[in-house]
């Protein structure tokens, strides 16, 4: 995807009790040199977790790749007791990709709140596998109701990157009722669309937060929708790669209220920055 020659500076978001800083790293991803043939393959930091939203009726499981070269078909077995979950027999990766996804499907009427599901995959042995990461890939899926929003502080945000000015903001906190380690936070309005709400989800028990949500915050004048996330997200999700947390975290200090998100914009046509 080609980059859209524009120089994008840090964003800082400062307050008394809440504050967020988006360091604009490059999201130039370039791996490292790797074997010729396919070498399929489970990331290994993969959640382990699938947190299902109300009336949610399907998710999708990512399954790599090292090899771009051809289409290439692979048997997936599953094991799921419920019996409530859908899942393909295999998945196809197209031509010049390195990621495919595996639909699962369900009737979300069938799910109940709080319960675990476990659903194991597994790459067929005949197919070549990869060091690089896992040939099974084990999950836990959930109906994970939250609390209600409440407000958390206010913020000032200084734009210096698609926009320049400043902002105040109420910042809004929700919790998980399944694991109290869950939390959501929401900046509301945020960006150039007064009516656009920016979802921070974050794990208090690995300090990891995501801005994961394909987010439009502006519309560009040649180049239409313009997004936000965070940059893993968009190395997974837009450019068919694998992106790392490890590379571009994203944290939350809890004593200071201060976000560190490495967040990236983007239209159609590529990326800013």
Not at 189 to 202: F, Q, R, S, V
Request: proline share 4%; glycine share 8%; charged share 20%.
């Amino acid at each position: 995807m080609k980059s859209i020659n524009t120089l994008l500076s840090a964003l800082f978001f400062l307050g008394a009790i809440v504050g967020i800083t988006s360091c604009t790293e490059e999201a130039d991803y370039t791996p490292a040199q790797k074997p010729e043939n396919a070498q399929v393959y489970f990331a290994t930091d993969e959640a382990s977790t699938v947190s299902l939203e109300t009336g949610q009726q399907s998710f999708m499981v990512s399954i790599y790749r090292i090899s771009p070269k051809g289409a290439l078909t692979v048997n997936i077995t599953s094991q799921d007791e419920s019996g409530i979950f859908t899942i393909p027999s295999s998945v196809t990766f197209a031509e010049g990709t390195t990621k495919a996804e595996i639909p699962v499907s369900f009737d979300f009427d069938k799910l109940e709140p709080e319960k675990k599901y476990p659903i194991s995959f597994a790459i067929d042995g005949n197919s070549e596998l990869s060091e690089y990461g896992n040939s099974e890939l084990v999950l836990n899926v959930q109906y994970a109701p939250w609390g209600a929003w409440e407000k958390f502080g206010t913020g000032v945000y200084t734009y210096s990157l698609y926009w320049g000015g400043k902002d105040s903001y109420d910042i809004y906190r929700k919790q998980s009722l399944l694991d109290a380690n869950q939390f959501q936070f929401k900046i509301s309005p945020w960006g150039a669309n007064k009516d656009t709400e920016l979802i921070i989800d974050y794990n208090k028990s690995t300090n990891q937060a995501k801005v994961y949500r394909e987010t439009q915050v502006a519309t560009h004048s040649t180049y239409g929708a313009v997004y936000v996330s965070d940059i893993v997200y968009y190395i997974d999700n837009i450019e068919g790669k694998t992106g790392s947390y490890e590379k571009y975290p994203c944290t939350f200090n809890p004593e200071t209220g201060l976000f560190s998100l490495n967040l990236i914009y983007y239209v159609g046509a590529g990326y800013f920055g």
